[in-house]
């Protein structure tokens, strides 16, 4: 099965950057799109962006639309995510995920990375 490792997460002033990375490694020849999720403490996990791994076609949350940018490396397996004019709500543990193809679900998820914005 596949195994995704996030890394980059930090503290960050509100206003500033960050690019979160995640590796994947084991079956991802047959990833069908990429995804982050965050979740902030006492709130549910939420959807921020994904990513097709074929064509690169992206789709973001309303919340980071112009903000946040979502990319892949195909060659490295590995998906990334800049974050830019950051903000405290934006504080939470970000998680990457994989869709195989095939599948209708996120079936793989990584162990999390945590980004914190102060204000």
């Not at 995804?35 to 076609?57: C, D, H, L, N, Y």
């Not at 970000?94 to 990584?110: E, I, K, L, V």
Request: with cysteine; proline share 3%.
């Amino acid at each position: 099965q596949v195994h995704l490792v996030e890394s980059g997460g930090g503290l960050v002033q509100a206003g500033g950057s960050l690019r979160l990375s995640c590796a994947a490694s084991g079956r991802s020849f047959s990833t069908n799109a990429m995804a982050w999720f965050r979740q902030a403490p006492g709130k549910e996990r939420g959807f921020v962006a994904v990513i097709t791994w074929s064509i690169g076609s992206t789709y973001y949350a309303d919340s980071v639309k112009g903000r946040f940018t979502i990319s892949r490396d195909n060659a490295k397996d590995t998906v990334y995510l800049q974050m830019n004019s950051l903000k405290p709500e934006d504080t939470a543990v970000y998680y990457c995920a994989s869709q195989p193809r095939g599948s209708a679900n996120y079936d793989y998820w990584g162990q999390g990375t945590q980004v914190t914005v102060s204000s």
